[in-house]
C-alpha cells in the first residue's frame, strides 16, 4: 500500500460528554491513512483546553476521561511527540494546535498542504506572532489569531484564504465546530453522526470505528459549521475547477468506505475488471490479491477472466499455502506497485508457482505529490525489467487513461480526478490571490 507516513487524518466531535473518547476511537479507525502520532483536544464547559500527544494515549481510557468536554476534534500526523500536555511537557511540534485569542479557546486540526507556506510562516513571524508548533495547524492558527475580523468562523475564513492549497480543516471552540475542504477538493473531508453527535472526518471510517455512519461528503469549497442551533453550510472561497485525490478511491481509503459519495469497493471492482481487460490471462489462472484491500479489484479482475480467485496466504504472514498455489500460474493482483510486492512474489514461487503474474489496479507512481498524500516511489521502468526486480514472470499496471476514465465522476460536467502522481498535470497551478473571502453577518 502507500506510504502514508507523512499524511495526516483529523477528526472533530460536537455534542457528546465523551467527545474525546469518540474522537479517539475515529483515530484508531484513521490508522490506515498513516502517522505514528496523534493528538486531541477537548473543550468543557468552562472553555479549558487539554491535549495529549502520543499514540498510545488513544488506547488509555483513564487518560481520555481527563479529556472532558462535549466538543473535542484530534489529528494523526508524523511529527515524533514528546510529552503530553496534560503533564506539563509541551513539544515544539504537537498537533493539533490551540491556544487562547481574542475569540476564546481555539484549537485547529489541519491536515493537506499549504501554497507558499515557508513564505507565510515568514510573514507570520515578522509581524511577532508565536507559533506553538511546526506544524500547519499552528500556522492556520496564527492566521485566525491576526485576523481583523470579529466572528471566529469570519476569522477561519479569512486565515484559509489567505493559506491556499490542497487542505482539509477542522476548527474547535466551546460550542462550536468547523470544517473547511479546499475548493479543488483535493483533499477529502466527510460528515457524520456518532452516537447522536455531530462529527466530521477525513474518512467515513473514522464514524465507523467510532459506531457512528457516514451522512455525506462535504463538498470541494464548502465550509460546514456546527453550533447547538444545528448543522448549517456556507461556500466562502471562490469557485475553481474540482480536482478530488484520486489516490482516495484507488489506494488510500479503506475498501468499506466511501469517497465523494463513491463505493471504494466498487471502484476498486471495476478497476479489477478495466485490468483484466488491458492485460488478459488465460481462465486457467488462480488470482490471488496481494493483501485485503486488494480482494475487490482481485474479485473484479478474476470474474473478468472467468477464473478462479481463492486465498492463498497464511493469516498474519507473508506465506503461500503451497497445497493452494503449487504449479499453478497465479496472477497476484494488487492495488499498489510499491516494494512489498516483491516479497509477495518470492513467497508464492517459494510455496511452488510455476508462474507468478503481477497486476496491479492502478497506475504506477511517477512523482511524489506536492499535497502529501504519497511519497517517492522507484521510478517506472520498462515492464520487463519491472518483473524482473520483482522476480515475476510478467507485471502490468493499469494504465493512466484507463483509471482517469474510471474515477471520472459520471456527469456531464464532472472534472477529471487529480493524478499527477502518475504523470497527469498537477492541480493548482493558479493561486487565486487577489480573491476576497465572502465573509458573513457579524451577529
Request: proline letters at 4%; one cysteine or more.
Amino acid at each position: 500500500m502507500l506510504d502514508l507516513s507523512d499524511s495526516v487524518s483529523v477528526i472533530g466531535v460536537f455534542g457528546h460528554a465523551r467527545a474525546s473518547r469518540l474522537v479517539a476511537r475515529g483515530l484508531r479507525g484513521l490508522a490506515h491513512r498513516g502517522g505514528a502520532a496523534a493528538g486531541i483536544v477537548a473543550f468543557d464547559d468552562v472553555a479549558r483546553a487539554r491535549q495529549s500527544a502520543t499514540a498510545v494515549f488513544l488506547e488509555d481510557e483513564a487518560a481520555l476521561d481527563a479529556l472532558t468536554g462535549d466538543v473535542a476534534l484530534g489529528l494523526r500526523h508524523a511529527h515524533p511527540q514528546s510529552g503530553d500536555v496534560l503533564s506539563g511537557a509541551i513539544d515544539v511540534a504537537r498537533e493539533p494546535a490551540w491556544g487562547t485569542l481574542s475569540v476564546g479557546q481555539v484549537a485547529v486540526a489541519f491536515s493537506g498542504t499549504v501554497v507558499g507556506a515557508a513564505s507565510l510562516r515568514r510573514d507570520v513571524l515578522a509581524g511577532g506572532a508565536l507559533l506553538d508548533g511546526a506544524g500547519l495547524s499552528a500556522l492556520v492558527l496564527a492566521l485566525v489569531a491576526r485576523s481583523s475580523q470579529r466572528t471566529l468562523v469570519n476569522r477561519v475564513v479569512d486565515a484559509l484564504w489567505k493559506s491556499s492549497g490542497a487542505f482539509a480543516v477542522v476548527v474547535a471552540a466551546p460550542g462550536l465546530l468547523v470544517g473547511v475542504r479546499d475548493p479543488q477538493g483535493l483533499r477529502p473531508l466527510v460528515l457524520g453522526r456518532v452516537d447522536g453527535a455531530i462529527a466530521l472526518a477525513s474518512e467515513e471510517a473514522a464514524f465507523v470505528a467510532a459506531g457512528g455512519h457516514l451522512l455525506r461528503a462535504v463538498d470541494p469549497g464548502e465550509m460546514v459549521i456546527v453550533d447547538e442551533r444545528g448543522v448549517s453550510s456556507v461556500r466562502p472561497f471562490a469557485r475553481r475547477s474540482v480536482a478530488v485525490c484520486g489516490q482516495e478511491l484507488l489506494q488510500v481509503a479503506l475498501s468499506g468506505s466511501h469517497a465523494d459519495g463513491r463505493s471504494v469497493w466498487e471502484v476498486r471492482r471495476q478497476l479489477g475488471e478495466e485490468l483484466a481487460r488491458e492485460a488478459r490471462l488465460s481462465s486457467d489462472t488462480l488470482v490471488v490479491a496481494a493483501d485485503d484491500a486488494s480482494w475487490p479489484a482481485a474479485l473484479g479482475f478474476a470474474a473478468t477472466l472467468d477464473a478462479t480467485l481463492c486465498p492463498a496466504w497464511v493469516p498474519g504472514t507473508l506465506r503461500a499455502v503451497p497445497e493452494v498455489v503449487a504449479g499453478r500460474k497465479v496472477a497476484l493482483v494488487s492495488l499498489s506497485a510499491a516494494a512489498g510486492i516483491k516479497a509477495r512474489v518470492a513467497a508464492l514461487l517459494i510455496a511452488g508457482a510455476a508462474e507468478v503474474h503481477v497486476r496491479c489496479a492502478s497506475p504506477r507512481r511517477t512523482h511524489a505529490c506536492p499535497y502529501g498524500v504519497t511519497g517517492d516511489e522507484p521510478a517506472a521502468e520498462a515492464a520487463d525489467l519491472w518483473a524482473a526486480r520483482m522476480g515475476a514472470t510478467t507485471a502490468v499496471a493499469l494504465t493512466v487513461e484507463r483509471t482517469r476514465n474510471l474515477l471520472r465522476v459520471p456527469t456531464k460536467d464532472a472534472a477529471a480526478p487529480c493524478l499527477g502522481c502518475v504523470g497527469d498535470p498537477w492541480p493548482l497551478k493558479d493561486v487565486f490571490e487577489d480573491d476576497t473571502p465572502s465573509l458573513f453577518g457579524e451577529g
